[in-house]
């Protein structure tokens, strides 16, 4: 493909994704293919001659189109969202364009010195301590997402305390006792916190432990469950060394607390505590949220998605850390092929100590364009907008107490909910039912639970299914529950309310069908 031809197949390409953006809510949202669909549609192996891109962009619409779920969609309303913007894909498409592996300042500088720059700027603009900022000990990087950042940050924090513990030993006690400390270690997290959390303990080869959080504390870790875990551990011989603290879990968005956690750290300072704010980290940049980040100092690296709410496509993953000594001295390997001049002086920053991989993409510059494009208030506009949307989806469950319960209070625009099952009525009525008494559900109590839990199952499962939008659920304090959020840049209030349209049609769908087949087992149907 020379200039001509690409540039008039990028023309091409430019306006059929302009069309997909401008009718992407006419969609099903989400996918509705078999698995191995894709097999079938395709030949066996590459063609043996190029084939003109008029072809080739043909079977975007016909062949991938099927098996993609629209998360730009308004009608998404599962997980978090995933932002795409204009500005970001020109800063993708330029990214492409001037292709580097990036793993050291001489690879391409601007690559480098705009990610300090800009991580600097959205650090400033999410009210984090000066701790955090590149003109002292700390900084930021860009990490493919939130569960990179925190393999990555448990790893420092892994060394650091073999570091410390075997400081002054000679080689071979040095050795010994740095084998006999790690068979201790355990990493800990709220039993909220999300799996990668338990996924970097394995990766790290170290132990992972939950902190119980109490529906009564809206499922935040406190203080004081931190502190209990940490004395559980010391009696049972092992070693804390890392926790993860959520700004915002993925199951209801709680804010573990800070303050107690910040209170407890100052009697273990050798443990490393990650913020994990990878939706929610978002909503710093809005002066009402910025007093969570009060307590930062006390923690030691912080992370969040730009990618999620933040109106810059993935991936772009904000990772600061206080020291960032602690990283290169964890990360840091120099063979001779990638010695030179400048990394040698100490006097520029070569990213590859600050992740895992060697090679980096120029993501800076798609955060570059959407902070430009936007600018604080624009980007500040966006996540109130979108707050309001959950406030007033929330409203709307409120408004129908006989069929829907709002399970957590609402936090940065996500509401979690359950539908409330016939036998709740029956419970507040006192009128009898089998289920309240027999083996396997001692109490009417436990019955509402279950009931609860397999009707919010099915709401949930039919709507998916049905496709006009799409949701996610999860258990909480044994709880099913539906999760939804409305905060990709295509949300409406309209797609909210027809969003909660849909949710009321399904569950009464539901509920008047158990009703049906409760009240022909009560009249002696079936057998009884």
Not at 158 to 181: I, M, P, Q, S
Not at 352 to 361: T, V
């Amino acid at each position: 493909m020379n200039s001509d031809e690409f540039r008039k197949a990028a023309h091409s390409a430019i306006d059929e994704i302009i069309n997909y953006y401008d009718t992407i809510e006419t969609r099903r949202v989400v996918s509705n293919v078999e698995p191995g669909y894709l097999k079938k549609l395709l030949p066996d192996g590459a063609p043996h001659t190029g084939e003109k891109w008029e072809d080739i962009q043909k079977d975007i619409e016909s062949k991938i189109m099927p098996g993609l779920t629209h998360w730009q969609s308004p009608n998404f309303m599962a997980f978090f969202p995933a932002s795409s913007t204009y500005p970001g894909m020109l800063g993708e498409l330029y990214s492409s364009a001037f292709t580097a592996a990036a793993f050291n300042w001489l690879c391409s500088p601007a690559i480098t010195e705009l990610e300090t720059i800009v991580l600097d700027w959205l650090a400033k603009l999410l009210a984090l301590p000066d701790c955090f900022l590149s003109s002292g000990e700390g900084g930021g990087v860009i990490q493919g997402s939130a569960s990179e950042a925190t393999v990555t940050v448990m790893v420092a924090a892994r060394d650091r305390y073999l570091r410390n513990a075997t400081e002054g030993l000679e080689e071979e006690e040095k050795d010994r006792k740095t084998g006999e400390l790690r068979a201790k270690l355990v990493a800990l997290g709220s039993e909220m916190s999300h799996s990668s959390a338990q996924k970097a303990a394995q990766i790290a080869g170290v132990r992972y432990r939950n902190v119980p959080t109490k529906k009564e504390d809206d499922f935040r870790m406190m203080g004081a469950s931190f502190r209990q875990t940490l004395e559980q551990c010391e009696r049972e011989g092992l070693v804390p060394f890392w926790l993860m603290a959520n700004l915002g879990t993925t199951a209801t968005c709680a804010v573990d607390d800070f303050e107690g956690i910040a209170q407890t750290l100052k009697d273990y300072p050798e443990i490393w505590t990650h913020v994990d704010a990878a939706y929610a980290g978002a909503a710093l940049i809005c002066e009402e949220y910025q007093h969570y980040t009060k307590h930062f100092t006390a923690f030691d690296s912080f992370d969040f998605n730009m990618h999620k709410w933040l109106l810059t496509n993935f991936d772009a993953s904000c990772l600061y850390i206080k020291r960032r000594r602690n990283l290169t001295d964890a990360l840091s390997i120099t063979p001779s092929y990638l010695r030179n001049t400048y990394s040698d002086s100490g006097l520029v920053t070569d990213y590859r100590d600050w992740q895992i991989p060697l090679g980096r993409r120029f993501r800076a510059l798609k955060i570059w364009f959407v902070m430009r494009t936007y600018g604080i208030e624009g980007l500040k506009a966006h996540i109130r907008t979108t707050i309001k949307l959950g406030e007033l989806f929330h409203s709307l469950v409120l408004s129908r107490p006989d069929i829907l319960k709002v399970l957590t209070p609402p936090a940065f625009a996500l509401t979690v909910f359950t539908v409330v099952p016939q036998t709740a009525s029956a419970v507040r009525s006192g009128s009898g039912n089998e289920g309240y008494s027999n083996d396997f559900t001692p109490d009417a109590g436990s019955q509402v639970v279950v009931d609860a839990n397999a009707s919010t199952k099915e709401v949930y499962e039919l709507i998916n299914e049905r496709g006009e939008i799409f949701l996610t659920s999860s258990v909480i304090g044994g709880s099913y529950a539906i999760r939804v959020v409305s905060a990709n840049p295509k949300a409406e209030e309209k797609y909210v309310r027809n969003a909660f349209e849909i949710i009321v049609r399904t569950a009464e769908e539901v509920l008047s069908k158990h009703a049906s087949k409760d009240g022909k087992m009560a009249n002696g149907v079936n057998g009884v």
